[in-house]
């Protein structure tokens, strides 16, 4: 067993699929880690001077006032920013009055090392969980004959994956709500070991038992909530303004790069029928190992990391009244579900798009691979981007055209028996689908606040995902019989009806900050909500700005102050 795996990974195919996707993953969590290095020398002095000397403070008085950190803090953290304020109390970080008159002893905000563990774990389990639910759909057809149905009895589950998402969705927002990304993390790595093993053991059964491998997909389906809805969480709690764009992309854009990972590796695993019981063996080995790290997360950092992530989020149900009443954030949730719906739903059925035209299962899986790489590259280069500007609005009403268009073009691509085609235009959609994510969410946690990010992002995520499973089954309605249409069994139909539906998101990216309710002017920069308080009411150089060191710096009033 352990030979014929280590033979399957040093497939020449899969080896340079995936050099250049781990690669590109390594180049973005490095991109975002030497910019908090870099800003740390080379602004965070230069905005504190900057600041004092408009607020008429002087700095040996503000090192008398302040906080002094000792060398053991400075260790523990990548970044410190004091914060003058004045009240007639004053408050330590760690909540010990102390009172020097009109002027006292201010919060440090700082972000610490021990994020990246945290972040990598959220990526890590993104990885496996997509890995999981795109087990089977990149050998539809190999599978379908190991358990003796059809591909469309295959497709159901991805489908059930995606609806058990919605149902687990409320637990979601709750978890995180209560427990933050530590308890989101280790429900979800307890779903993912039991459902892999009951997958397992219904394939391995003699004969193979298809109930047994859709209760534990659906086990698995119920664990993705927690860890795909979590990064804004995370990032909100852990990372500065200056990096929250960056580390959301990261542990959001990682939830897809494993669906490459399956697209790419499990033809190569599973080329006969027979091996679809060592395959799945295998992804719920690696899945096992994947949930051990989830016990050692911490549940967040000993101090507040900016002066919004030290405000208390309002109870749920006043938090969903936000979203309800916000104008903007509906619109942005419309677009937003239904291009994850419609991705997650080309993802799970680009084979069987493909395969009537002559195309393999292993360039249909190359196809799906190029939709995800493309997009790692296009985020890349935009997260950090957007991190500095925060020109949020501008890039989702120039992306959504593209992926409207995108569609459309597509509806032709598999009718030209070429590969070029359908790999051009699977790289475009997914450089505009990766590059949209990350930040409409970041957009929408920024319209919507004080409401917590984990409600904003779970009833993105969610209509997606619901979105997704009803694609899914009205394009496998469309798909032409065995017997029928030129080519047999092609899904033609399926593409007119996603080229249609994605056009319709269109107007809704358009209307975008017409509306109040948190819309974005003077040039798409936000005045008002997370950025402004971060920015301490805008009078200083905070972390909401571009470029500025990881820990905010301005004014703070006196509530904020009792808020830390």
Not at 199 to 219: E, H, K
Not at 236 to 258: C, E, K, Q
Not at 423 to 439: D, E, K, M, N, T
């Amino acid at each position: 067993t352990t030979n014929a795996a280590v033979t399957t990974w040093c497939h020449p195919g899969v080896s340079s699929s995936l050099v250049p996707a781990w690669l590109l993953f390594s180049l973005l969590v490095a991109r975002l880690v030497m910019r908090d290095a870099l800003s740390l020398t080379s602004r965070a002095a230069k905005d504190e001077q900057e600041r004092l000397l408009t607020a008429g403070v002087d700095w040996e008085e503000m090192v008398t006032v302040g906080r002094t950190i000792s060398p053991k803090d400075s260790e523990s953290s990548d970044t410190t920013a004091s914060r003058p304020t004045t009240s007639n109390q004053g408050h330590h970080f760690d909540g010990a009055p102390q009172d020097h008159g009109e002027e006292h002893a201010t919060p440090v905000y700082r972000a610490y090392k021990r994020r990246w563990f945290g972040l990598m774990q959220l990526v890590l389990m993104n990885i496996i969980v997509s890995w999981d639910w795109l087990s089977y759909s990149p050998v539809a057809n190999t599978a379908a004959a190991y358990f003796s149905t059809t591909s469309s009895v295959i497709n159901w589950l991805s489908t059930a994956f995606l609806f058990a998402f919605v149902v687990a969705s409320p637990f979601t927002v709750y978890a995180l709500h209560r427990g933050g990304p530590r308890l989101a993390l280790i429900t979800s790595s307890l779903l993912i070991l039991f459902g892999n093993w009951i997958r397992y053991a219904g394939t391995r059964a003699s004969p193979p038992s298809f109930p047994a491998v859709m209760v534990g997909q659906i086990l698995i389906g119920l664990a993705q909530p927690f860890v795909l809805s979590a990064p804004t969480h995370y990032s909100s709690l852990w990372f500065s303004p200056s990096g929250r764009v960056s580390a959301t992309a990261i542990a959001s854009l990682a939830n897809p790069f494993g669906g490459a990972l399956g697209q790419l590796i499990n033809p190569f695993l599973a080329s006969e029928p027979d091996d679809i019981h060592p395959m799945t063996l295998y992804i719920a080995l690696i899945s096992s190992v994947a949930t051990i790290p989830s016990l050692f997360i911490p549940s967040g950092p000993p101090t507040p990391v900016s002066a919004s992530s030290s405000h208390a989020a309002p109870p749920l149900r006043q938090t969903l009244g936000l979203l309800a009443g916000n104008t903007n954030y509906i619109l942005l949730l419309l677009p937003f579900a239904i291009y994850v719906g419609l991705f997650n739903a080309i993802s799970s059925l680009l084979t069987q798009i493909l395969t009537p035209y002559s195309f393999t299962e292993t360039a249909s899986g190359i196809a799906g691979a190029l939709l995800i790489l493309v997009g790692l590259v296009a985020a890349a280069i935009t997260s950090p981007l957007i991190d500095r500007s925060k020109r949020y609005l501008p890039l989702i009403r120039a992306l959504v055209p593209v992926i409207a268009l995108a569609y459309l073009a597509f509806i032709w691509a598999p009718g030209t028996r070429s590969p070029a085609a359908p790999y051009v235009i699977c790289a475009v959609l997914g450089a505009a689908s990766f590059s949209l994510v990350p930040v409409a969410l970041e957009w929408a946690v920024e319209i919507t606040w004080p409401a917590g990010p984990e409600a904003s992002s779970t009833l993105c995520w969610t209509g997606g995902q619901l979105l997704g499973g009803v694609f899914i089954v009205v394009c496998d309605a469309l798909k032409e019989g065995d017997g029928q249409g030129d080519p047999k069994g092609n899904m033609g139909k399926g593409l007119v009806f996603m080229a249609v539906v994605a056009g319709s998101a269109v107007p809704c990216a358009l209307l975008l900050g017409r509306f109040g309710g948190g819309a974005e002017r003077e040039g798409g920069r936000r005045r008002e909500g997370r950025l402004e308080v971060d920015k301490g009411g805008g009078g200083g150089g905070g972390g909401g700005g571009g470029g500025s060191s990881d820990g905010g710096d301005g004014d703070e009033s006196s509530d904020q102050g009792h808020a830390v």
